[in-house]
């Protein structure tokens, strides 16, 4: 019977295997540790194995660039759009976008930072990132009636928080972060939510 794990049985893994041992490479390492033979040896497979399901190392990186924007920015601007019967609700909709890896994967974003002061390209596509993300907090703001320059101002404030957060490794329980978010509410939007508002958010996460 043929073992899946050994490279001379002739499986070469998938797409999706190859791309997730380099995410663990990239979360963990840094991009210098995206290369094809070590991600290999890592899964226990062929060097040419690789090449079935991408062209060349390029590709790969292609690949987990674009994995960031589907696990960083896409869900940051659903959650601008999504459903609020009031502004700080739709606020804590925002917020609660950055506390779930699910929704802001905060490891990928950190090491795509690391990322760009190695890679003009990749620094590039960041700075997209950071204008269509504040395009989309301050599109948000406006639809609740905030002037223009307040909008702008206020989305600074949200996302410049947020990537601090990030950049600084916060290390923070989420009931700590949980405490804080009804005074983070009140600054981004100018108003206070209303108690039924933030138990129905901390429920949403505590149980999880």
């Given at each position: 019977?043929?073992?899946p794990t050994d490279p001379a049985s002739?499986?070469r893994?998938?797409?999706e ?5 380099a995410?663990?490479a990239?979360?963990s390492e ?8 070590s991600?290999a040896?890592?899964l226990?497979?062929?060097r ?11 590709a790969?990186?292609a690949a987990?660039?674009d ?9 940051l601007?659903a959650?601008t759009r999504?459903y ?7 606020m ?7 506390l ?5 994967d905060?490891?990928?974003e950190f ?11 990749i620094l590039a596509r960041?700075?997209t990132?950071?204008?269509d ?14 002037p ?5 101002v206020?989305?600074?404030t949200?996302y410049l928080?947020q ?7 916060a ?7 949980l405490a ?6 009140e ?15 901390r ?6």
């Amino acid at each position: 019977m043929e073992n899946p794990t050994d490279p001379a049985s002739g499986w070469r893994g998938s797409r999706e295997v190859w791309l997730d041992a380099a995410y663990q490479a990239l979360v963990s390492e840094g991009v210098d540790a995206v290369r094809i033979l070590s991600l290999a040896e890592g899964l226990r497979l062929s060097r040419t194995s690789f090449y079935w399901f991408f062209k060349d190392r390029a590709a790969l990186l292609a690949a987990l660039a674009d994995m960031w924007e589907s696990r960083t920015t896409r869900p940051l601007a659903a959650a601008t759009r999504a459903y609020a019967e009031t502004e700080t609700e739709a606020m804590l909709n925002v917020i609660g976008c950055f506390l779930r890896p699910e929704t802001f994967d905060a490891r990928l974003e950190f090491a795509m930072r690391g990322w760009g002061l190695k890679d003009p390209a990749i620094l590039a596509r960041i700075a997209t990132a950071d204008a269509d993300r504040l395009a989309a907090l301050t599109a948000m703001l406006l639809r609740w009636g905030h002037p223009a320059e307040d909008a702008d101002v206020r989305a600074r404030t949200i996302y410049l928080v947020q990537i601090g957060y990030i950049s600084m490794q916060a290390d923070e329980t989420l009931e700590t972060r949980l405490a804080r978010i009804p005074k983070y509410v009140e600054i981004y939007t100018g108003r206070p939510p209303e108690a039924p508002e933030i138990a129905r958010f901390r429920a949403r996460y505590l149980a999880g």
